[in-house]
Each structure stands twice: as structure tokens, then as C-alpha cells.
């Protein structure tokens, strides 16, 4: 149970670093352009810390998966979709910055 929710907070701290790309393309098209400019503005102060709470978070959910001897199956495969969605996040905001 651990393993899922350290998996699920690093995917959360993820997406809440990427808010600053991420929230305008999601709410212009609703209409809300006053309030993606103002999550792009005050999201870029956070972002270093967001991208430290995620690595953290990923590194304890390998922690928690591969400490035991008797790991199960399905925390590997959801450990490394997790993984998979974290850096290609980073990966986004790389291209986005670029």
C-alpha cells in the first residue's frame, strides 16, 4: 500500500511542477485564461521545489519496491509506469523551455 501511494504522490508532485506548461493548455480552452496565467506565474517559483519532491518521491517508492526480498510483480510494473510518466513530464518541460 505504501509503494502505491509514495507512486501516486510523485506522479501528483509531477504534474503540479509541470503546472506552469501544463495548466494554460488545459484551461484556455475552457475559457479560463486569467486563471492559467495566474497558475503559470505563481507556479514558476515553485518549480525547483516541485521537481526535488518528485525525484524524492521516486526514489522512496524504489526503495519501498526493491527493499523487500519478496517483491510483487505488480508494484514493478506500476514503479516503472510511474517512472515513465515522471520523466516524460520532465522530458516535456524540457521541450517546452527549449
Known sequence: MRE???QLAAVFSAFVMAACC???LIFIPLGLTGFAGALAFY?????LLFTIVTIILL?????MVYRKNGKRKSSVIGLW?????VFSVFLLLFLVES
Not at 43 to 47: E, Q
Not at 81 to 85: A, K, L, V
Request: glycine letters at 4%; a positive charge.
Open 43 to 47: 507556479s514558476l517559483k515553485y518549480r
Open 4 to 6: 502505491k501511494m509514495s
Open 81 to 85: 509506469i510511474t517512472t515513465f510518466f
Open 22 to 24: 501544463l495548466g494554460p
Open 59 to 63: 526514489a522512496y517508492s524504489f526503495y
